[in-house]
T-cell receptor, first 115, second 115 residues
Framework: AQSVAQPEDQVNVAEGNPLTVKCTYS??????LFWYVQYPNRGLQFLLK??????LVKGSYGFEAEFNKSQTSFHLKKPSALVSDSALYFC?????????????FGKGTHLIIQP | DTGVSQDPRHKITKRGQNVTFRCDPI?????LYWYRQTLGQGPEFLTY????????KSRLLSDRFSAERPKGSFSTLEIQRTEQGDSAMYLC?????????????FGPGTRLTVL
């Protein structure tokens, strides 16, 4: 079975500082990995995904994520945080070997950017 | 707006009543997914369609739940004899193709409250 862990319920960062939101995963085969962001009372918005190739993936709104196979991690990063980045962030995984075709999500991390 | 739409956005019902939700995917998207999200958790996969065929159901989808996508366009999710434990946000997503690398685009969700 596939699973995702987001070890931090909340991350606090000062505006202008770099931010990292952590994600680790477990799958039987090689993973497809995704990051989504959710604003209050709204659906999930896609940020970026890792399929294959370069371990550093660039996405929307200046976010990027680094795939690390040996550590089974896919941490979300941004060099300089904005107050508007404050939201709930979800990491998700899908096993390349098929089976359940839905995404498996972590519990989410609240990102709070302080002015 | 050409994104995924869901109707209604909010539904309050009494225990034992039946409810039906509708999802309109992005035009020409082949796959349509249903997820459930409870407070403090990430979305959990319920079921998905490829065109009009329902290809997978999660074990979370009890016999009281049924989903249809009759013409391969919009989909409905019906919950019969609702229980308080059904209270959640029901999210719909669609993706363009048939591959596991495709990005899923989410709608705003239907929030169900069972009294």
């Amino acid at each position: 079975a596939q699973s995702v862990a987001q070890p931090e319920d909340q991350v606090n960062v000062a505006e202008g500082n770099p931010l990292t939101v952590k994600c680790t995963y477990s799958v039987s085969g090689n993973p497809y990995l995704f990051w989504y962001v959710q604003y209050p009372n709204r659906g999930l918005q896609f940020l970026l995904k890792y399929i294959t190739g370069d371990n550093l993936v660039k996405g929307s709104y200046g976010f990027e994520a680094e795939f690390n196979k040996s550590q089974t991690s896919f941490h979300l990063k941004k060099p300089s945080a904005l107050v508007s980045d404050s939201a709930l962030y979800f990491c998700a995984v899908r096993d390349k070997r098929g089976g359940a075709d839905g995404l498996t999500f972590g519990k989410g991390t609240h990102l709070i950017i302080q002015p | 707006d050409t994104g995924v739409s869901q109707d209604p956005r909010h539904k309050i019902t009494k225990r034992g009543q039946n409810v039906t939700f509708r999802c309109d995917p992005i035009s020409e998207h082949n796959r349509l997914y249903w997820y459930r999200q409870t407070l403090g958790q990430g979305p959990e996969f319920l079921t998905y369609f490829q065109n009009e065929a329902q290809l997978e159901k999660s074990r979370l989808l009890s016999d009281r739940f049924s989903a249809e996508r009759p013409k391969g366009s919009f989909s409905t999710l019906e919950i019969q004899r609702t229980e308080q434990g059904d209270s959640a946000m029901y999210l719909c997503a669609s993706s363009p193709g048939t591959g596991n690398t495709d990005t899923q685009y989410f709608g705003p969700g239907t929030r169900l409250t069972v009294l």
